[in-house]
């Protein structure tokens, strides 16, 4: 059976049909008119969580939840556009550039092994990074929007835990060898998945005065290692390492070392626990994988792809192709999110990208290290460890090159939280400034300059 999230748009649209019918269609047109009005009422806090639920979803190897997944997951982020079309804010260098390499994949798709497939994954891209980067930018306009945005991550991380629940009793009960979330589900996009959400779990659990968060996280930081553990995948246990890395740093000596005792703890406890459920069936396939340093033949996969590269450096072969050249080139896959972006859209298309992440993986560090409020501070942690974790992962995978998915929506919204946050951050230096001012000249008995007006929507 073709995976569904394979499929192209007609694919998914008959899927939708066989699985729902036109009842199905009924509801969904309900669901997409409430959605529309709740959107134009009350903003973007809604599409938002059916955006993250809908990526809790993706693994799940079911054709009516992963075609129903896909059409919340579009229909959000055409609410997201919305909103953004409503109040638009550019958050930089992350809308520029990735738009402008959305328009080198239009442009190079004539070329294209599968024109069709081209363009749709370039409308994608373009509706995801449009949704992403304006649309979240317009809802981050306070630090309560930017802490109710990880609220929200941790609620679709519980959905994610609910989810693999199913197969993972499957798992315990024997029935499946590696557990991966199912049994027809490709584990590094299972795994990914829960990449996503873990970071928020910890963010969760260090929430002084909020018992009821702190218990939640500390549930996920239990029960998604253990799931990302069994699902023997070394990618998705060293990205998880790095994108919580800096938010175990957080907040001073004592606090880091309690935050590192509760990982310790969850650890030992995710390994007990592991160990228990195998019971020796898998247990040496687990262990060998994850302690393996043998990067299981990419080498040579790289090599035939930067063939594949250098024989059209400059011109692309429009988004989403790589994968049809691989099978031409006589291979499966280029683990490799740097190499699939330059076969893509060329050196031009790789150069912009590059300059998103690693540019805005720079300024998360530089933020990090010069904001005080503390949801500033978690929102630069948490975007400096999904920059690095990705940065990293897309040496091994091809991860955010594909435009649905969660690395690329991941990309996306690090950047923006790192744009939103800064100019929050810039806004109260200037009214910090201000109010020094006032206090300098009411003791010179002077007459200040006036502050700025603050009330005008700041350019993004």
């Avoid at 979240?136 to 109710?148: D, F, N």
């Avoid at 010069?370 to 091994?396: K, Q, T, W, Y």
């Avoid at 929506?409 to 020094?436: C, F, M, P, S, Y």
Wanted: net charge positive; proline share 3%; glycine share 10%.
């Amino acid at each position: 059976m073709t995976p569904q999230y394979s499929l192209d748009v007609a694919g998914r649209l008959q899927a939708f049909l066989d699985a729902f019918g036109p009842v199905g269609v009924a509801v969904l047109t309900l669901m997409v008119a409430a959605c529309v009005i709740y959107q134009l009422l009350r903003g973007s806090g809604l599409s938002l969580l059916l955006l993250l639920v809908s990526y809790s979803f993706v693994f799940v190897d079911v054709n009516a939840v992963n075609t129903g997944a896909f059409f919340v997951r579009t229909l959000s982020l055409g609410l997201l556009v919305l909103g953004a079309c409503r109040s638009l804010v550019i958050p930089g260098w992350a809308f520029y550039g990735m738009v402008g390499y959305v328009l080198l994949g239009v442009i190079f798709s004539a070329r294209a092994p599968d024109i069709s497939w081209a363009l749709q994954s370039a409308g994608l891209l373009a509706v995801t990074i449009v949704a992403l980067t304006a649309g979240l930018g317009q809802y981050l306009a306070s630090y309560a929007k930017v802490e109710t945005l990880f609220r929200l991550f941790v609620i679709a991380g519980v959905v994610w835990t609910l989810a693999s629940i199913p197969a993972l009793l499957d798992f315990i009960a024997g029935r499946t060898l590696r557990f991966a979330g199912g049994t027809g589900v490709l584990a590094t996009n299972y795994a990914g998945s829960g990449v996503m959400f873990l970071p928020f779990m910890l963010w969760a659990t260090v929430q002084r005065g909020h018992v009821f968060w702190r218990v939640v996280g500390i549930g996920g930081l239990l029960i998604i290692p253990l799931c990302l553990f069994l699902s023997g995948t070394r990618t998705a246990l060293v990205a998880s390492t790095l994108a919580c890395a800096p938010l175990v740093l957080r907040g001073g000596v004592s606090r880091t070392a309690r935050a590192w005792i509760l990982l310790a703890v969850l650890a030992v406890s995710a390994v007990f626990l592991a160990r228990h459920l195998l019971q020796g069936r898998g247990l040496g396939f687990l262990t060998d994988r994850l302690t393996s340093t043998s990067l299981s033949g990419r080498e040579a996969l790289w090599s035939k792809a930067f063939g594949v590269c250098k024989e059209s450096p400059l011109v692309g072969r429009g988004i989403g192709s790589q994968s049809a050249l691989a099978k031409e080139a006589g291979f499966g896959n280029f683990h490799n999110a740097y190499l699939s972006i330059w076969c893509n859209t060329g050196i031009l298309g790789l150069m912009l990208v590059m300059s998103v992440l690693f540019g805005y993986l720079w300024r998360a560090f530089a933020l990090m290290r010069r904001v005080r409020h503390p949801v500033a501070m978690d929102a630069a942690r948490v975007s400096l460890g999904f920059l690095v974790a990705l940065c990293a992962l897309g040496i091994v995978e091809s991860s955010f090159a594909s435009p649905s998915n969660s690395s690329i929506a991941i990309l996306l919204i690090g950047a923006t939280l790192v744009n939103r946050v800064g100019k929050l951050t810039e806004q109260d230096e200037a009214d910090h400034a201000a109010w020094l001012a006032v206090v300098r000249s009411s003791q010179t008995g002077s007459s200040p300059s006036p502050a700025p007006d603050r009330s005008a929507p700041q350019p993004g």
